[in-house]
């Protein structure tokens, strides 16, 4: 059984340039979780995904920052005009469609760099 | 808020020594308390995990002890090997919205 999927395991973009993340959950499971460690920092909550839906994306920098998660395919994390201060490790995690949402299982992580 | 307190690293131990990282937490309601592990370049994993006052955790010869009175949830090992040489993580949630600490590096040498 396929754990969680990540894609790129590391991105290098100028500042100003877009960088997309990707996340495939394991299989069965339709919630997504996006947390950003910085470095020298634990994990810090982004957003909480369903299929078509974001229930919570209280942790989402106001401006530049986007998640979706489709209907097909995997969970995208969006950031627009990157710049220095969002280089750091962006994990995905997933869990099942039942209550125990607080069992999430990690990828590997996106490591971006921000030149 | 939730937040949670780790002991400051890095930890270096010879083999078979005892291991113990402290972790202090700061939660409204009962929230559950996890200890996650990450290996160089890898994701998270779970290691453990106590979902209500004065249950244990334990997986791979680690545990952790939910202590409501102290607020705590130490890990500790009895004997360490040099494959347990990663970062660990001590988190809660009440829900989904997982609060982690700023993690340990333990390096563990033969």
């Known amino acids: 059984n396929a754990g969680v999927m990540q894609n790129p395991r590391h991105l290098v973009r100028r500042r100003g340039q877009e960088a997309r993340l990707r996340c495939s959950p394991m299989?069965?499971?339709?919630?997504v979780y996006w947390y950003r460690q910085l470095p020298e920092e634990g994990l810090k909550f982004m957003v909480y995904?369903?299929?078509?839906?974001?229930?919570?994306e209280s942790g989402m920098p106001k401006e530049r920052f986007s998640a979706e998660f489709p209907k097909e395919g995997p969970s995208i994390l969006r950031i627009q005009q990157v710049v220095r201060g969002d280089s750091a490790a962006y994990f995905c995690a997933s869990s099942p469609p039942t209550r125990d949402q607080e069992t999430q299982y990690f990828g590997p992580g996106t490591r971006l760099l921000v030149l | 808020g939730n937040s949670v307190t780790q002991m400051e690293g890095p930890v270096t131990l010879s083999e078979e020594a005892f291991l113990t990282i402290n972790c202090t937490y700061t939660a409204t309601g009962y929230p559950s308390l996890f200890w996650y592990v990450q290996y160089p370049g890898e994701g998270l994993q779970l290691l453990l995990k106590?979902?209500?006052?004065?249950d244990k955790g334990s997986n791979k010869g680690f545990e952790a002890t939910y202590r409501k009175e102290t607020t705590s949830f130490h890990l500790e090992k009895g004997s360490v090997q040099v494959s347990d040489s990663a970062v660990y993580f001590c988190a809660l949630t009440p829900d989904y919205k997982l609060s982690f600490g700023a993690g340990t590096t333990v390096t563990v040498r033969a």
């Open positions: 995904l369903q299929k078509e839906n974001i229930i919570d």
């Open positions: 106590a979902t209500k006052a004065d």
């Open positions: 299989k069965g499971h339709s919630h």
